[in-house]
């Protein structure tokens, strides 16, 4: 069971070139997130999908878009990457726990700069 | 919005010494606190959580106590063992099984287990 995969694990770009970040999930979850990590920061979330066809904004969604491909897939993408945006990318997938309330299960991150 | 702030960011301790890791919210309707760990290389686990109608929860070596009045958790490691070297995060939410509850995470915190 592979959990949450998300692809490339590291990128380096130019300013002003494009990439897409992919994730999938293989849990079978209805939601799925995108966080942005800045040391220092913590997780801070970038889109969410709640469920297959709908996603909304986070708390830092400027200069990215997102596409829930289907139930499993979830993709980022940079259409201008600007140096602000060089941070580590974690994919989440969510179920909900024991406690009821939404527990993340994160892939391993994707280290993306931008010069 | 919520607002948690983490500290300390970098903890050192000797192996089989304890590790306490705190946290502040800022949002009293917050009523979830779960704690995740961050491996090398790895996406964050869930390790523990509480809701705010508990004031401690323990699981083995883990605690967590909160203090609704204060607004402040925190994260107890007893025993601690090199492997428990990683990054934690803490986070707040409203809690129910509902995506658009988002987790506000704190700044994370290293912890370093000396052998």
């Known amino acids: 069971n592979a959990g949450v995969t998300q692809t490339p694990k590291f990128q380096v770009l130019k300013t002003g070139q494009s990439m897409t970040l992919q994730c999938a999930q293989d849990?079978?979850?209805?939601?799925m997130y995108w966080y942005r990590q800045d040391p220092g920061m913590g997780l801070r979330l970038i889109y969410y999908s709640a469920s297959e066809g709908t996603t909304d904004k986070g708390e830092v969604p400027n200069g990215y878009n997102v596409s829930r491909l289907n139930k499993r897939e979830f993709s980022l993408r940079l259409e201008s990457a600007a140096p602000s945006q060089t941070s580590v990318y974690f994919c989440?997938?969510?179920?909900?726990?024991?406690?009821?309330?939404?527990?993340?299960?994160f892939g391993a991150g994707s280290r993306l700069t931008v010069l | 919005g919520e607002n948690v702030e983490q500290h300390p960011s970098t903890l050192s301790v000797q192996e089989g010494d304890s590790a306490v890791i705190k946290c502040t919210y800022s949002d009293s309707a917050s009523n979830y606190f779960p704690w995740y760990k961050q491996e090398l290389g790895k996406g964050s686990q869930l390790i523990i959580d509480?809701?705010?109608?508990?004031g401690e929860k323990k699981d083995q070596r883990i605690a967590v106590t909160l203090n609704k009045t204060a607004k402040h958790f925190s994260l107890h490691i007893t025993e601690t063992q090199p492997e428990d070297s990683a990054v934690y995060f803490c986070a707040a939410s409203k809690g129910n099984n509902n995506a658009g509850n988002m987790l506000t995470f704190g700044g994370g915190t290293r912890l370093m287990v000396k052998p």
């Open positions: 989440a997938s969510s179920t909900t726990g024991g406690s009821g309330a939404n527990v993340l299960t």
């Open positions: 509480i809701r705010s109608n508990v």
């Open positions: 849990m079978n979850h209805n939601s």
